[in-house]
């Protein structure tokens, strides 16, 4: 099968031909049919973060396809299936995370595309618990998206509590951007999105934000003060200055909530603002199994709306400089 793989961190991908995996007892096998790039997938190829992966591997947590082959211990009625092989490829199922609810803390989880390999491929193997289905009503180049922009963007909503009537401060919009505009609007809150460039800006307008800062020409610290501060700013830019601009954005009370993960990132916060505006800092990864079914509820009854392009596989190594280079509105999707 053809696969695009990392084989040594820093270097481009390579696209070749591997051996299609043969799935073990408790996995599928999935005919992939589409797969978001995300920004994590980069991540993993530079080796950036603490915990690296282990090359040669094969990215990819947004993966959308057909289950085609089980394991000896997964029923057969499960081919045909579509299913999204998202971040949180596995997890122990008995751990106190994983029984409360907080199965992506697990420390035994693997990840997809990065602990295991992922879905920028023709076909990946993943565990039959852990995969989700995907509705009918939900075409599978929206539904990749959906599997870690959508969820991790929902779930960080949900992180910080937004109630209808708060502010919520969006720093970076694009492909999980986006989404994360939508799902504050969902939850009620007034949505002040922002970004250096005009074009995603105009994109979180038109999907429902309330106010819009280009950081480029205006201070959004003083964009956001004026507006009475945000109760939740939600950081998806991987720039670390960016968590600085979110946290002075803050009104007392105000949670900043932390997604991107800026390689080598470190956020110094100021004591005395913290304790005396009653301030949470807090990270949010990814959703659960149950955060991505609702994800897909919402799209399915017309909730929200996924901005994507699409791209071939071939064309991964440019995906990916058009991703750094600011050139991607919201997300990339390969089509196979
Ligand atoms: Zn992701
Ligand atoms: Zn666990």
């Known amino acids: 099968m053809k696969a695009a793989v990392v084989t040594e961190f820093g270097a481009p991908l390579t696209v070749q031909d591997i051996p299609t995996p ?8 999935v005919k992939i049919q589409t797969c978001g790039v995300c920004h994590t997938d980069i991540h993993a190829a530079q080796g950036d973060w603490p915990a690296k992966p282990t090359v040669p591997f094969v990215p990819g947590h ?46 035994k989880q693997e990840n997809s595309g990065y602990s295991i390999d992922g ?59 986006h989404m994360a505009v939508q799902y504050a609007r969902i939850a009620g809150g007034f ?12 994109l979180a307008r038109e999907l429902g934000a309330d106010h819009t800062v280009n ?9 956001i003060r004026a507006l009475g501060g945000a109760d939740v700013a939600i950081v998806l830019a991987v720039i670390p200055s960016v968590f600085d601009q979110a946290f002075r954005s803050l009104r007392r009370g105000g949670r900043l909530v932390c997604v991107s993960m800026p390689a080598h990132g470190v956020l110094p916060i100021p004591i005395f603002e913290a304790v005396v505006g009653g301030i949470s800092v807090l990270g949010s990864i990814v ?50």
Request: hydrophobic share 40%; with cysteine; aromatic share 8%.
């Open 119 to 177: 879905a920028y491929a023709e076909y990946a193997v993943a565990d039959s618990r852990y995969v989700t289905r995907v509705p009918d009503g939900i075409s599978s180049f929206d539904a990749a998206p959906l599997t870690c922009a959508g969820v991790t963007t929902y779930k960080a909503v949900k992180v910080g509590g937004v109630v209808p009537a708060q502010r919520v401060a969006i720093f970076g919009v694009g492909g999980l951007g």
């Open 287 to 336: 959703g659960t199994r149950k955060d991505l079914r609702e994800v897909f509820e919402l799209h399915e009854a017309g909730r929200t709306k996924v901005s994507a392009v699409s791209r071939k596989l071939d064309e991964v190594n440019e995906c990916f400089d058009d991703l750094l280079g600011g050139r991607v509105t919201a997300r990339q999707v390969f089509e196979f």
């Open 215 to 223: 950081s480029m020409t205006t201070d959004p610290v003083e964009a």
């Open 22 to 29: 043969v799935p073990g007892p408790q996995q599928v096998l």
């Open 62 to 107: 947004e993966g959308i396809g057909i289950i085609e082959g089980v394991g000896s211990q997964v029923s057969e009625d499960r081919i045909g299936e579509r299913v999204a092989i998202a971040w949180l490829g596995s997890a122990c199922g008995e751990c106190d995370y994983c029984v409360s609810g907080w199965e992506t803390l697990c420390e």
């Open 191 to 202: 949505v002040i999105a922002v970004d250096i460039e005009d074009e995603k800006l105009e």
